[in-house]
């Protein structure tokens, strides 16, 4: 299984904000990558509130554009 799972580093530990399908003891592999704080919190809203869409935007747009 793979998933990206958003985590935040306090005092020595990863502290995971999602939960996660894991039984105790169980090993994973960790790659860490640094994101902007402010951008994600962003994209996170947005794709918030648009979870339910099930149309692709653009094409809705470009359709109504002709």
Avoid: F
Avoid at 7 to 32: C, F, M, P, T, W
């Amino acid at each position: 299984m793979t998933k990206s799972i958003r985590a935040v580093y306090e005092k020595g530990v990863l502290k995971l904000l999602e939960n996660v399908d894991l039984r105790d003891g169980e090993e994973v592999k960790v790659i860490i990558v640094r994101s902007s704080y402010g951008l994600s919190k962003v994209i996170e809203e947005i794709s918030r509130e648009y979870r339910d869409v099930n149309e692709d935007p653009l094409k809705v747009l470009l359709e109504s554009r002709r």
